[in-house]
């Protein structure tokens, strides 16, 4: 189960950022809402123990990440990676259960998209988007 300081400070990497000032009151309920859906599929996944690569990104550390999206919903805590093996085990078994995804209210980011030169990820959001059968999305 992901909790609340983990998505603020990625999994322990960041943890000033749990400090900022961008940490309104509705931000902190967007990031409520993230996990609470988010806990709810990987717990339907039969999905225990995940770590994050990136939860909340003051505007600063979104600014500094080359590709990051300038309005990236990592920066009102709509967004969250999952730390994914080589063979993107996490993001293929999520891929393959859209009915899930859609029952949270959740997408997934394309997983060609979210393969890194020495990590793979998965990214979830709550977003507002057009659905879509997949509930996956190409940035």
Known sequence: MIQLNDLL????SYPDRAKSKELTKEVLDNAKTLLEKVNS????LGITNVKLSSGFRPSSVNASIANAAKKSAHMICKALD???DKDQTIGKLVS???ELLRKYGLFIEDLGSTKGKN???VHLDI????DRPSRSFKP
């Open 127 to 130: 977003v507002d988007r057009k």
């Open 119 to 121: 990590t793979n990820w």
């Open 96 to 98: 393959s259960k859209p």
């Open 9 to 12: 400070t990625s999994s322990g």
């Open 41 to 44: 599929l990987l717990k339907d």
């Open 82 to 84: 999952i730390i994914d």
